[in-house]
């Protein structure tokens, strides 16, 4: 049987972060997978995640199964932290995740139970993932506009007159904040302009938010999805802690449905729970004790926000050394936008040629997209960078 399976092409992020293992170099720098890494080249655990860790071992005495939506109070915690006061409990359902990627899986699922056939819009570009597991479950795609090469900043006017083509109960799925690939990402004003859009479309906003608080902070990051869900009948909200609590290997996501009343957030849980339970049964929970407990006391909260907030503005004084960087070594201010996007990733607009020409000639290794990750450098390789992208003629 096995003789039948074909081949699988290699994830592009996932392969380079192996091409970048094998590389002997030992000047070789990571721009690839979207990981934090602070000065010193670690992603280390958060102090709040290990003074979570050490209570729970102390205090917890079963690991017997939670339920299939995982522990309610978790939910609650993290869903309270994304949607702040517009967090309304009678009209939310809510399962953990197995990772945000879970809550995508699971989310793309739902709507593929509940109006089969349905078209999901996704920006062009977006997180390759995105488009791999809506291949892998067969459903309908169309891609709008988001990112001008040119500007380097969102193409509003394509978006908007792409989402003017979305059909009444199509799915649109977005990226809650730091957009994944391109960091250009939408103003407080144009989330308005599309939650009006969408609505008078009758579509379903599907947010992926996997990176609230490397932006603009907790609460401005979240603005867009909270706008949403203020002005929305329904939508459904994809959430990752793998970033934003540095907990990647312990799979913690949250999927939410927002429903229009409370009948109905009943048989979205209903469903949500029987996904759950069909793909893997009960979620993981290490991660989400670990999220519920740091939200849950107010010391752990604030030194978790207090760490969280230094990554922040670690990645942003990064964004604007290389943007200055750049402008002394191009003579130009052509690479400003570097400083303008927000989130871990920037799309530089090199040519794949570039992108080659910077892992062979100088070992430094970004998605052939030319996305880099702002969190793979430090003060002493953005120097060496900026260098190197303008060595090779971008
Ligand atoms: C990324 O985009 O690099 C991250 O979300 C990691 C991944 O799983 O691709």
Redesign the pocket.
Known sequence: MLENLKDQPADK?LALMQAFRDDPRDDKIDLG??VYRNAAGVTPVMRAVKAAEKRIWETQETKAYTGLAGDPAYARALGGMILGDAADWDRLAAVATPGGTGAIRQGLELIGMAAPGATVWVSAPT?P?HLSILRHLNMPMRDYHYFDDATREVDFDGMLADLAKVGRGDAVLLHGCCH?PTGANLTAEQWAQVADLLAEKGAMPFIDI?YQGFGDGLDADAAGVRLLAGRLPQMLIAASCSKNFGIYRERTGLLMALAEDAGQKALAQTNLAHLNRQNFSFPPDHGARLVQTILGDADLRADWMAELEDVRTGMLDLRRQLADELRQRSNSDRFDFLARHRGMFSRLGATPAQVEALRRDHGIYMVGDSRMNIAGLNAQTVPVLARAIVDVGV
Request: charged share 0%; aromatic share 14%.
């Open positions: 992020i997978v979207g997180w993932n994944n996997a």
